[in-house]
């Protein structure tokens, strides 16, 4: 299975600032997804990322707030925009594999 | 839409019990099935899968059968360890919409599972 590591582990940030999260991972994939995990919830599906087209965002989600970059077929970011306490969560991302994902050991956001 | 339904935790079991967590699902058509866990402070691990009705999945101890009659797959072990506290997360997939290939997770809300000694 692919190897997927994620910068940063975590973080702190201001409220009106913009994070940039980063995913890699050690085998060329076409699709990559980002997820966000809630304190105590299950994971959310944000957006899909193909490389060289937009990603598709799920409902409740815009590209404005979590912008999405996928320039090669290894690696791919998201940032959250203009962040509020309301986007402290994990963010993950995943890879597929067949009908198989697998998952970053994520980054813990905390917006104060 | 595709929803999967799993039992309240948090479940505290001793040392060697035996643990079912149970996970429903609702679909149209017939689904892949998964269990992932997520270790304290990790990202989600794939645990077992099931791709069609009667499937059995099994891993580190771990069982899950594919229930189509019931839109059921539970998650078993025998014995449990204490290694084995985690959050457990029950998942379906199927086809994306778009058609470009890729397979949706839908998840369930987890249940956190501790083992004492």
């Known amino acids: 299975s692919a190897v997927i590591s994620q910068k940063p582990s975590r973080d702190i940030c201001q409220r009106g600032t913009s994070l940039t999260i980063q995913c890699q991972v050690d085998s060329q994939v076409t699709m990559m997804f980002w997820y966000r995990q809630q304190p105590g919830q299950s994971l959310t599906l944000i957006a899909t990322a193909n490389q060289g087209s937009e990603a598709t965002y799920e409902s409740g989600f815009v590209i404005d707030k979590f912008p999405i970059s996928r320039p090669n077929l290894t690696f791919s970011t998201l940032t959250v925009s203009n962040m509020s306490p309301e986007d402290s969560s994990i963010y993950l991302c995943?890879?597929?594999?067949?009908?198989?994902?697998?998952f970053g050991p994520g980054t813990r956001l905390t917006v104060t | 839409g595709n929803s999967v339904t799993q039992m309240e935790g948090p479940v505290t079991l001793s040392e060697e019990a035996f643990l079912t967590i149970n996970c429903t699902y609702t679909a149209t058509g017939y689904p892949s099935l998964f269990w992932y866990v997520q270790y304290p402070g990790e990202g989600l691990q794939l645990l077992l899968k099931?791709?069609?009705?009667?499937d059995k999945g099994s891993n580190k101890g771990f069982e899950a059968t594919y229930r189509k009659e019931t839109t059921s797959f539970h998650l078993e072990k025998g014995s449990v360890q204490v290694s084995d506290s985690a959050v457990y997360f029950c998942?379906?997939?199927?086809?994306?919409?778009?058609?470009?290939?890729?397979?949706?997770?839908?998840f369930g809300k987890g249940t956190k599972l501790s083992v004492i000694p």
């Open positions: 998942a379906l997939s199927f086809p994306a919409y778009s058609g470009a290939g890729s397979y949706q997770l839908t």
């Open positions: 099931a791709t069609k009705a009667d």
């Open positions: 995943s890879v597929e594999e067949g009908i198989e994902q697998y």
